[in-house]
């Protein structure tokens, strides 16, 4: 067996005059697999990679128990907004010599020093970092180590400062240590899997079609060889094995081509934001069993393949002779894998919408990945029951059909790698597309006033004063108004109050006309009719008030965002009863753009740490560029597949023209013109490829209505995007019959037939 195996190695590189096309099929099958394992091996690292990041999550999480001969280090959180940017800081200071060191820090930072993670350190430094080191408190003084981050893309430091004026704060922690216990082992998200479970079946169908056709190229001159080897005395069985030694050559390089390029491709993993998450490239390290897993079956795909190949050939030392008569397809499991996958997502569409549970999103899962594996595997019987009951039409035509006749599966197969693509690409980009509509449909429908103050800052009450007197002093602020906020409950009934002067309100609402002691009702808002409880946690032990008789209500488009339900009372409407809260909302209007005024004023009271925080009432574009980002990067992921199944195409058009040299020179000496010929070929892939789009489009569009409809979120079909997959797929058509052309050229020449 060694020495077969050993023989079919040498021939994968040598074989005679046809070398030339032997080291083709070895490159093409080495690059196949090559992808095949770089695809697959970042896929099996995905347990690594959350186990990771809950290691690191146990190992930063905060211990509060007092330990002997620890002194506390005193923490407080806080954060820093600057439009879509969140940046959540720490202030911390060592309440002793024996205190605890934070993750990812060689020491507990001095008053005035800055620790920042890399990723907020590269926004800092970037051409837009202005606006975030104006909400900085200092200068960054160094940088977190990756044993203090959980995410790579984490937007977070460590900021010293001292006892007093941490303790200061309502919200401190006494931290005796961090880590320590078990990692929670959180599981993989089902609606996680729902969104990456159809794109790997997506991407990895499509590479497996281009492994099986890349290791059955050239089977006609490899039948020549084994008919050879046969008349030297070699026997059938062992001729199986020099044909798997053919194709074992070619796993083992693609295995090795994909390892190295999964080492290459490593490090920029971490530069991918997934979901709004960023991953440390040098946690994927697939486990040993899937590693083994991965190295054993990927090659044994390929040489399962080229023994597959032979299953209908029989190699005599004469010659080889194929099974002519067609075998009847066995139905039951194609039609079993579909008629589950219809079931579980049918079952998901029956649900009421919006209810989007674990096991829906797990029915929709695999329902959707069995859908797109029924398609590839029935589309070669729908092409052949479609190629047998068509007849007649001009000589291209009826020589394409024919050759369909007798011999569809090989065509439909490798067509199935493009179909899959399509329909893949189809089902994420209208699940985005109409996640994208109901985001700007939503920011559509937002009718707030446009005239209200965008810049708050939250004041504690220990720095109201002086927050007040600083965004006072900003430059460039033509508008500063102040309020509380407070709750007024009477029994089941409450409603949220925001108190201020009449100008402060004036920067949260349009008011027709504001006197002492007015107040107004935003909206719906409830108003109270008799006395009602303010306090400042919702519950009923607060001082009673009692609201006036005349409340005016305004509407919500003459209001701010989030005043919906809400009373503007003024000062002397609440006088003489002590409202409680622990937090002073500052509000600022001035000429330029909202980043602009909420920079000028974080830069006023940015050395007051926790004690104050800027916020800047923008619509958030952030779902809307995530969803962006992730439709492109998935478009681009689908072109690029879209062009292995374009090769694939490419390699059977090539391998049919040279299994029928014969037939095809002797119609050029008949008479039959190259036209003819080159549009049989065109039309023998074409009719495979338009049934194909048909049920991709068919399959891609319907398996969105489930989904959207768990998500409870409206269809928005972009007709564009999925005209543009089909013409793509036409287009690789008309690519491999262009590419073809000279090779046709060459067979039909007359001097080939009297060679052969």
Known sequence: MIANLLLGLRLAVGGGRMSGQALLRLAMTAVGIGLVVAVLLPAASVSSVVDAREDRAADTAQITDPKPGVDPLYTVEWSAIRGNQFVRLTSVAAGGPHAPVPPGLTAVPKPGQLFVSPELGRLLAGPDGAGLRSRMPAAPAGTITKPGLVDAGQVTAWYGSTVDDV??????????????GEPPRVAIAATLLTAVLPVVVALLLPLLIFVTTASRMGAAQRDQRLAALRLLGVDARQVRWVAAGESLLGAIIGLVLGVGLFLVIRPTLGSLDLFGYRVFGEDFVPPWPLAVLVVVLVPALAVGAALFGLRRTIVEPLGVVRQGKPVRRRMWWRWGITAVGVLLVGSAYATEAGRASDVLMFALTAGSALLLIGVTVLL???????AGRLRGGPPAWQLAVRRLQLDSGTPSRVVSGLVVVVAGSILLQVVLNSLLAADAAETKADQSWAGAAHVTVYADQSAAAEVQQRVAAAPGLTQVGTTRRASAVAGDQWTGLEIGSCAALALRAQ?????????????????????????????????????????????????????????LVTDAAVAGVPVPGDTTRVYAKGPGGTAEVGDRVAAAISSLTWHATVDTD?????????????????????????????????????????????????????????GVLA?????????????????????????????LRAADIPLKLDVGLIASMAGAAVAAVLVVTACTIPLLRQVTKVESLRAE
């Not at 303790?167 to 320590?180: A, E, N």
């Not at 070669?380 to 479609?386: D, F, L, S, T």
């Not at 998935?634 to 029928?660: C, D, H, P, T």
């Not at 049934?691 to 489009?697: C, E, H, N, S």
């Open 511 to 567: 008011l027709p006309s504001c006197v002492d002691g007015s107040v107004f009702a935003v909206g719906d808002a409830p108003v109270p009719s008799g006395p009602v409880h303010l306090t400042a946690d919702s519950t009923e032990n607060g001082p009673l008030w009692t609201p006036p008789a005349n409340v005016v209500r305004i509407p919500l488009t003459s209001a701010a965002r989030n005043l919906d339900g809400t009373l």
């Open 167 to 180: 303790k200061s704060s309502p919200d401190v922690k006494s931290v005796y240590g961090f880590g320590g």
């Open 679 to 707: 549009r049989s070929s065109f039309a023998q892939i074409a009719l495979p490829v338009a049934i194909g789009v048909v049920l991709a489009v068919l399959a891609g569009t319907g398996l969105t209505l489930p989904i």
């Open 380 to 386: 070669p019987w729908i092409v052949e029951g479609i």
């Open 618 to 674: 923008e619509r958030s574009g952030a779902p809307t560029g995530i969803l962006a980002t992730i439709r492109s990067v998935l478009l681009a992921a689908s072109l690029f597949v879209l062009a292995v199944a374009a090769l694939s195409l490419l390699m059977l058009a090539v391998e049919q023209i040279a299994e029928r040299r014969r037939a095809l020179a002797a119609l050029a000496a008949s008479g039959v013109p190259l």
